[in-house]
């Protein structure tokens, strides 16, 4: 293997096994900038070892007993240092005691949720415990939780920092917490879960337009989290929410990696079994009669896209007043912007425009590549396509997506030929 293939590989395996590392890491030693480093410390010896004599038949199970054995040697040097001679007795208070062979090669899932409730603790301010989490627990870039929030990098840098920091002068446990203490940090967790699959929905930079490792990262949580909260209904509306969505992962993207809008895609190559599995949850939440959250206000929007046979079948009048009631309930610019879509396609584009006209302005969404790129649709729909054109091209500028700034930019030109012809 070329150095380039080595490379891409390895850059391939630290999205995916790097939060998995962590996650039976920190378990092991207590210690969640430890555990950072000796998964950083597998990592470089795999490119030492894998230059000289090639990528072994499974890399993920290497990497995982290359860091088991990392860690082990560092807490017995940590023993020796202060004269105590069995391992596990000398861990730190907060670390709690494991079965290492169980740690290699069993219980992932609890691990990762397990991290992911560590990291939502709520001595963490809400917005530490979702950038520490998108950071460590999911492998997402600094830059890339930075698109999430709408936040400036240096911030979410900051917030990362503060939060280990935090956690370790607290010494909190790595554990799932019990009943009583869970709700205190469900909130941060779904969202956190629910963020984790935006990003692989509709990655914010990189080449590709999905990333589905982190789809099916966030249908594991979300499903382990539904386990141990089954009466939630935000929790199941989540779900829904993400069984629905992650039903339309092979029809977003063409033969040649380029993004396939909604309204495009081939309804046949939506996956029926996560489609069956989210309307049976949005079910479930009816007979359970709780009050419509978020979530699972959201869930109800994607079953309507669901259960339409034909992108004309849509049922666009009931998905904008679904936004109007989760406009009531969590305002946000974010969801203005999707019910300016939802109105334009169920009352015209001028009645979109009317609504998206003040996010124009809003501090927030000014370096956000989905504001001139909803404009643009809907500037084009209402025949006033040089100023499409202009809005395709900002959003082409701000996207940090390869393949989404081809796209605008796509747009962007048959605009100029619609304004020519004009």
């Known amino acids: 293997m070329d150095t380039g293939d080595l490379d891409a590989t390895l850059a391939a395996l630290w999205r995916v096994e790097s939060p998995r590392l962590v996650a039976r890491l920190v378990r092991l030693t207590g210690d969640l900038d430890a555990a950072e480093e000796l998964a950083q410390d597998a990592f470089v010896a795999a490119i030492e070892k894998w230059r000289r004599e090639g990528v072994p038949g499974n890399p993920a199970g290497w990497l995982n007993t290359t860091a088991r054995f990392l860690a082990v040697d560092r807490l017995r040097r940590r023993d020796t240092r202060r004269d105590k001679y069995h391992l596990l007795a000398a861990a730190a208070p907060r670390a709690t005691e494991v079965d290492l062979d169980r740690i290699a090669d069993g219980d992932l899932a609890d691990d990762l949720l397990g991290l992911v409730f560590m990291a939502c603790h709520p001595i963490l ?90 789809c099916s990262e966030a249908l594991r949580l979300g499903r382990m989290l539904a386990g141990l909260t089954p009466d939630d209904t935000e929790t199941l509306g989540l779900l829904a929410l993400i069984e629905l969505q992650a039903s339309r992962l092979a029809a977003r993207v063409g033969p040649h990696g380029e993004p396939v809008l909604l309204m495009d895609q081939d ?153 020519g012809r004009g």
């Open 267 to 419: 309804r046949t190559r939506w996956d029926q079994l996560l489609i069956r599995r989210g309307l049976a949850l949005i079910e479930r939440i009816d007979r359970l009669r709780g009050t419509a959250g978020p979530y699972a206000l959201q869930a109800a929007i994607a079953a309507c896209h669901a259960r339409a046979g034909r992108a004309d079948d849509t049922d666009w009048p009931r998905i904008a007043a679904l936004y109007d009631g989760l406009a009531q309930i969590t305002p946000s610019p974010v969801v203005e912007l999707n019910r300016a879509v939802a109105i334009g396609r169920a009352f015209g584009p001028q009645a979109g425009l009317d609504v998206l006209r003040p996010l124009l302005d809003h501090p927030a969404m000014r370096d956000y590549h989905l504001l001139p790129a909803v404009a643009g649709d809907l500037c084009c729909n209402a025949g006033d396509h040089d100023q499409a054109r202009r809005h395709f091209l900002r959003a082409a500028s701000l996207t940090a997506n390869t393949r989404q700034r081809a796209t605008m930019q796509q747009h962007a030109s048959r605009c100029a030929a619609h304004a």
């Open 125 to 214: 301010s809400p917005d530490a415990r979702s950038a520490l989490t998108l950071k460590v627990v999911c492998g997402l870039t600094t830059g890339e939780v930075a698109r999430a929030f709408l936040t400036p990098e240096p911030t979410i840098a900051q917030r990362v920092v503060r939060a280990k920091r935090t956690l370790a002068a607290a010494r909190i446990r790595f554990d799932l917490p019990g009943p009583d203490e869970r709700p205190a940090r469900l909130d941060a967790v779904r969202e956190v879960v629910y963020l984790v699959f935006n990003e692989g929905y509709s990655a914010t930079s990189g080449d590709s337009w999905v990333r589905p490792e982190l």
